[in-house]
Each structure stands twice: as structure tokens, then as C-alpha cells.
């Protein structure tokens, strides 16, 4: 996940309560490649990509939910 990535998956994270730290690998060029850690600081990009992508494609982009 490049620099420009790291804005819209940080907002998604914020909107839909996702865990983790968004950080740069080589904190010297934070234009370069970013991923996502957990509190242990174990990388869990991939994990939080696809609950990122799960969480807007379950999401109704706009209308009423009726039960």
C-alpha cells in the first residue's frame, strides 16, 4: 500500500471501527510503502485490507433499512 492509499484506509478504519496503526515500513520515506500493525506490532495489512473492503461492500451506500 503506497502513501496515497494510506488517507482512504485510514478514513474507512475510523468509519467502521477497524483496529491497528497505520505506519510507513522505512519511517525515512514516508512517500514510500506503508502497512497496517496491530498492538503487538505485528504487520496485519492484508487482514485489515479485506475488513476494510467487507465492511464498505455490507455497508448500504445510502436509503433505509427497515426491520
Not at 497505520?22 to 496485519?44: F, H, M, T
Given at each position: 500500500?503506497?502513501?496515497e492509499?494510506?488517507?482512504?484506509?485510514?478514513?474507512?478504519?475510523?468509519?467502521?471501527?477497524?483496529?491497528?496503526?497505520?505506519?510507513?515500513?522505512?519511517?525515512?520515506?514516508?512517500?514510500?510503502?506503508?502497512?497496517?500493525?496491530?498492538?503487538?506490532?505485528?504487520?496485519?495489512?492484508?487482514?485489515?485490507?479485506?475488513?476494510?473492503?467487507?465492511a464498505?461492500?455490507?455497508?448500504?451506500?445510502?436509503?433505509?433499512?427497515?426491520?
Amino acid at each position: 500500500m503506497n502513501a496515497e492509499d494510506v488517507a482512504e484506509l485510514h478514513a474507512a478504519m475510523r468509519a467502521y471501527g477497524i483496529p491497528g496503526t497505520l505506519a510507513p515500513v522505512d519511517a525515512g520515506d514516508p512517500a514510500g510503502e506503508w502497512r497496517v500493525l496491530d498492538s503487538a506490532g505485528r504487520d496485519v495489512t492484508a487482514g485489515t485490507l479485506a475488513a476494510a473492503a467487507t465492511a464498505r461492500a455490507r455497508r448500504p451506500a445510502r436509503g433505509f433499512v427497515v426491520g
